[in-house]
């Protein structure tokens, strides 16, 4: 094989048969690979995360500013091909669960998975305004199932087959950012399906792995 036909050659995903390439696909553990598409709806388990330097003696490395040097770890190319592969299955099983309840009243589906917390935003990263207005307001991290959800929505929060009214604060598409650089840029305002987001809800009570927020 040439030099160009490696660099071109297609395969199908091992998710979801899409043909994918060098150029279009995110490699695994063991040197696996899958579509560019389902790794974006992995996100919300196998997020990137910004870690501190160390040196070769274990201590934070600084850099000439004094600020900590810091690095992002993808989660995702630690996994292996088994662990996406259930994790996937999980996400659909849940999917196919909301629209066994909710049915076709409910075409917007978002499912809770992974990291859940309240947020205290600085002043200086988010504004003074807005910061008081997502003071320990709660984040969900998760998948758009189907549909689309917008900053302001109002949806329904179904747990423990409840359906109880929610509002969607803000909504952050989960890119190669961390949560912190993200929610202070402030670029998102919408995700469709197959996007990992953070939805952040004017919402105190009960949040469970596996609920679903649904939108009419």
Request: with cysteine; net charge negative.
């Amino acid at each position: 094989m040439g030099f160009f036909d490696f660099l071109f050659k297609k395969e199908a995903c091992p998710l979801c048969s899409a043909p994918m390439g060098l150029f279009n696909s995110q490699v695994l553990r063991g040197s696996a690979s899958i579509c560019l598409q389902c790794a974006k709806g992995l996100r919300c388990k196998f997020p990137n995360e910004e870690r501190e330097k160390l040196d070769e003696f274990g201590e934070t490395e600084y850099n000439a500013t004094g600020s900590v040097e810091t690095y992002m770890y993808d989660h995702l190319s630690k996994a292996s091909l088994e662990e996406v592969k259930r994790v996937k299955s999980e996400l659909d099983g849940y999917k196919e669960k909301a629209q066994a309840e909710l049915g076709d009243a409910y075409p917007n589906i978002f499912t809770v998975f992974g990291e859940m917390f309240h947020l205290s935003p600085s002043a200086v990263s988010v504004g003074m305004s807005r910061g008081g207005e997502l003071q320990n307001k709660l984040v969900v991290n998760g998948l758009v199932q189907s549909g689309s959800f917008t900053k302001g929505d109002m949806a329904v929060l179904v747990h423990e087959g409840q359906k109880m009214p929610i509002r969607i604060l803000e909504v952050h598409k989960k890119d190669d950012s961390s949560f912190e650089t993200t929610i202070g840029a402030n670029m998102s305002k919408t995700a469709k399906a197959g996007d990992s987001a953070w939805l952040i809800l004017d919402w105190r009570g009960n949040v469970a792995d596996g609920d679903t927020i649904a939108k009419q």
